[in-house]
């Protein structure tokens, strides 16, 4: 009953596809009804929860597909590739975003850990390819649509939003990919830590041993943990952050050159090179053959 009440408020409030606003910092509805294959994407902190039709991404290879019975909890920024390619006018795709915060999910998980104890220590169990789907259990369930439910009155949002997000942070944390993001938001995860500072420097020089050192590794040690959580080596996650977030500006209308910069590359004939190897396209053809709809996920 709670999902179709969640998926009603969802229809009431989007009249158009893509993202929708709900007035709460991070947290966003939206629609499809139209087929979109997947497409280069850059999924920061979040969780995303479809309440009807399915979604998928892939991350190195790795395939996801969810609906109303997984949401997608992803911990850390990744480089994927995401898509609606079953969404229809008859069998539309509704769905939440919702972003992580850094410093509640870190609070909530250090509190959690001051109550239960140190995390266990499962050897590789950060080994989720950075993504990770959860059940749609009753305390996620509950708690989203609490959370949602206040949408409709600013005052509520004001006054109560805060702490509806912080439950719904928690039922995250006690849900099905609780470990795994718990792992993420934790004190002790310097690969997280690693992540996030690419993330937000895309457009500047990023050295593999200036990433281990900020991890306090050794370039070896450090190589090996950060391709034991992404799949991938650092060398490659990070050029795999750049040309998904060109490549999304690009089909948002930005010049290939300004897309270049904006990431990092000084050359633009090897900002080229690279885009063609990894996308089969040159960045100008993919301009012209990809338009991504404002605000998707």
Known sequence: MSKQSIKQLIEDRTDQDGLMETGM????LFRATQAIPCVP?????????????????????????????????CPMSMPVKAGTPNASIDDPLYGVFISLNQRVMTELTLEMENVDGALPMVKGDLRAHGIRLAEWDEGFTDALLRLLQLGANPTDVAVLGDARLRELYYA??????????RQAFGAGNAIARSIAHVSSHLDVP??????????????????????????????????????????MKIAGGITVNEAAIGVGYVSLSQFSREFKR????????????????????
């Not at 850059?42 to 009807?52: D, F, L, N, Q, T």
């Not at 996308?279 to 996920?297: A, E, F, L």
């Open 278 to 297: 990894m996308y089969g396209q040159s960045p100008r053809q993919w301009g012209n053959g990809h338009h991504v709809p404002t605000g998707s996920v």
């Open 172 to 181: 995250i944390l006690q849900g099905e990919a609780g470990l795994f993001a």
């Open 41 to 73: 994407a850059v999924y920061e902190p979040s969780v995303v929860a479809i309440v009807s039709g399915s979604k998928e991404a892939v991350l190195d290879g790795h395939r996801f597909i969810y609906d109303d019975s997984k949401y997608l909890c």
């Open 25 to 28: 910092p991070g947290v966003r």
């Open 206 to 247: 990023i050295s593999i041993d200036e990433m281990a050192s900020r991890a306090g590794m050794s370039r070896a040690v450090f190589h090996r943990k950060f391709k034991q959580v992404t799949t991938m080596a650092p060398i490659q996650f990070v050029k795999s952050m750049r040309l998904n977030n060109a490549a």
